[in-house]
């Protein structure tokens, strides 16, 4: 099979499985490479109108990759909604993925179902894109300022990005409540680079740490 072929058929395997990918961001590399590969194809072989076809597929990949980067620590796109503990909603969207809130616990839930929220000692806290959650984030209040991040979970979805930063970044909501330190017991499975990101460093026995800094606190040195 000459090369050129070998090149079309990639392209047109990348774009295909492009389309099964539930993370957004893994999608749109995927479906650019393909695209990238099939306008090549096409070009060389003089196939004008599927070049154009896929060269126009790759520029909308390209700026939406570059959209999505850019979006991704912007407070104006993502924000951070706090919950009671018990609210219906959070139950809801707890009990849909169940298992794979289950996969992502730092600590097995207290409730009779995976995805269950738990008491009145927790914080929660959902994290929204416009109309859509992406995230949530339940943390346990265990005394002497010392809150136990239980659940730090992302849809499928986003999961190559980071939105559970921006519960982290409003510090306040654990000063106010007198903590003075987020701990993670173990990290999930691949978490390790997560955690740091938002900054969380790994102590003794597996877990992890960050320190509650009030925004004043942070900006007045």
């Known amino acids: 099979m000459p ?23 893994r999608f749109r590399v995927m479906n ?14 003089g196939i004008w109108a599927f070049a154009a076809m896929n060269g126009v597929i790759a520029v909308i990949d390209v700026y ?14 993502y924000a951070v909604v706090e919950v009671a503990p018990d609210d219906a909603y959070l139950r809801h969207v707890l009990d849909v993925h169940a298992q794979d809130v289950a996969r992502h616990r730092t600590v097995p839930a207290a409730g009779p179902a995976a995805g269950a929220a738990a008491g009145a000692d927790e914080l929660a806290f959902l994290v929204v894109r416009g109309d859509e959650t992406v ?9 002497g300022g010392t809150g136990v991040v239980l659940l730090d979970w992302v849809t499928p979805r986003f999961r190559d990005f980071t939105p559970g930063e921006f519960v982290y970044r409003h510090s306040r909501v654990f000063a106010d409540r007198g903590l003075r330190r987020l701990v993670v017991p173990a990290a999930p499975p691949g978490g390790d680079a ?10 003794g026995d597996g877990a992890w740490e960050r ?11």
Do not use: C, I, K
């Open 3 to 25: 090369w050129w072929e070998v090149v079309g058929w990639a392209g047109s395997l990348l774009v295909v499985l492009s389309l099964v990918q539930a993370r957004v961001w």
């Open 64 to 77: 939406w990759l570059w959209r999505l980067r850019r979006e991704r620590s912007d407070a104006q796109v």
């Open 211 to 221: 320190p509650v800094v009030a925004p004043e606190a942070a900006t007045s040195g």
């Open 135 to 143: 995230g949530v984030v339940l943390v346990r209040d265990t005394g």
């Open 32 to 45: 650019l490479v393909g695209a990238v590969l099939a306008t090549a194809y096409n070009a060389v072989f």
């Open 194 to 203: 997560y955690l740091a990101r938002v900054g969380f460093r790994r102590v």
